[in-house]
């Protein structure tokens, strides 16, 4: 079974940026997703790490002892089309994006989650060019397609989802 990390092996992941995971067991390519993320992240702080050193980190803080213990445990794919560590491309409200998503929570029912995007650069949320209005995170409820339930004024989904 799985061992929990030791807290200075945990310490170190605090460095990641927020993400909240899903209700259902992570997939080996959450794992793997979450990785390149820490990477990213350490790279930008200048802190560079190797993507076995990032596997590993990522293994040990959701309480596998290695990262082969986890790639065993683990399914290949969740489930869940969208899982916490996901860089996404798509559209909200009718604006193009690329980013990360940080948060899913699947809603009652099954058949709809609640994201959390966070977007690479801001995006202009208003129809008017005399007034901008940018979002940098954004929640929204979309179905396993990754399309919103919720339609803007011309019949268009707020935000349509892709993996990248």
Known sequence: MAMRAPMQE???I???PDM?????IPSSQTLKAEARNLREHRARAGQPMTHSAALESVARSHGYRDWNTARAALPDRSAVPFQPGMRLR????EQP????LIGV????GLRHLKV??????PVNVTPNLMFAAHRTRVTATVDARGFSPALRGNGQPQMRLMGE
């Open 20 to 24: 909240s995971s899903s209700l259902d």
């Open 97 to 100: 994006f690329t980013g990360l």
């Open 10 to 12: 945990v310490a170190s």
């Open 105 to 108: 929570q699947i809603l009652s």
């Open 90 to 93: 798509g559209f909200y409200l």
């Open 116 to 121: 959390t995007v966070q977007f690479d650069e």
């Open 14 to 16: 605090s460095e990641r």
